[in-house]
């Protein structure tokens, strides 16, 4: 009885150990396989093509270039790029349009005032409303010539091409004449409010006939004298607002 059952033990202890040996070599197989799929995965992107070869993809997905491996078109390609960027310093040209564009700007101020009467002793000052102002470029080419500005010192397109700017004075006697090319203007105020003694002084119809023809300028000194006027040589420059105010006093009638 007692072989019988050692017997059983023992066997049971070979068939114990077979299963082991078994499932030892099952599980060396799994690994093996395991190994030879990963190998098989990853083989193709260790592998290289020609197209591969010339650039490696960067963590950030740009490609950084081997200089080596650069063709000689593209290295003439980057020879004449770095060329063209030390070329793109201060010495560099713009282009001729923006060169043309830029010698025909001129720059631009401004002049600005208020004009202001004498009402009487006890009201005393008031704005001059109405008041016409007037900027004529100094020295023209050749003499203005436009009749109605001599009637009316009122400036219109035209007239500010050639170089005539007016305005006039609002209730409170300010006026403002704005992007006025930088210059030297002759600037004439004439009164809406005040009287003249229908005299002019010889240095201001000199003044007059020199900047415009004849007719024009006849009907301008005309225009002047039924009021009290003033006029003033002024310099106009860039960025700047000039100021220019006058007070006429007390009408003259």
């Not at 650039?55 to 997905?61: A, S, V």
């Given at each position: 009885m007692k072989k019988v059952l050692y017997g059983m033990v023992i066997l049971t202890l070979v068939l114990l150990d077979v299963l082991l040996i078994t499932m030892i070599i099952e599980v060396k197989k799994g690994e093996v396989l395991t190994e030879q799929q990963v190998t098989v995965i990853e083989k193709p992107a260790s592998s290289s093509s020609p197209e591969a070869s010339k650039?490696?993809?960067?963590?950030?997905?740009g490609t950084q270039h081997d200089s080596t491996s650069t063709s000689p078109v593209d290295q003439k390609g980057q020879d004449e790029s770095r060329t063209s960027d030390k070329n793109a310093g201060s010495d560099a040209k713009p282009p001729s349009s923006l060169t043309s564009s830029n010698a025909r700007q001129t720059g631009t101020g401004s002049m600005k005032g208020v004009v202001t009467w004498q009402y009487n002793d006890d009201v005393g000052t008031k704005p001059d409303v109405g008041a016409r102002v007037a900027l004529?470029?100094?020295k023209p080419k050749q003499k203005y010539d436009d009749k109605i500005f001599g009637l009316t010192l009122a400036s219109t397109d035209s007239l500010e091409k050639q170089g005539i700017y007016s305005a006039k004075a609002d209730g409170y006697g300010n006026y403002i004449l704005d992007n006025i090319p930088e210059g030297t203007y002759l600037?004439?105020?004439r009164s809406e409010k005040t009287m003249s003694d229908l005299t002019m002084e010889d240095e201001t119809k000199n003044a007059i006939d020199e900047l415009f023809a004849?007719?024009?300028s006849e009907n301008l000194k005309r225009h002047l004298m039924t009021k009290k006027h003033v006029l003033e040589i002024v310099e106009i420059t860039e960025g700047e607002a000039f100021t220019y105010s006058h007070d006429f006093g007390y009408t003259y009638f």
């Open positions: 650039g490696n993809t960067t963590k950030d997905g004529i470029k100094w600037c004439i105020i004849a007719e024009t």
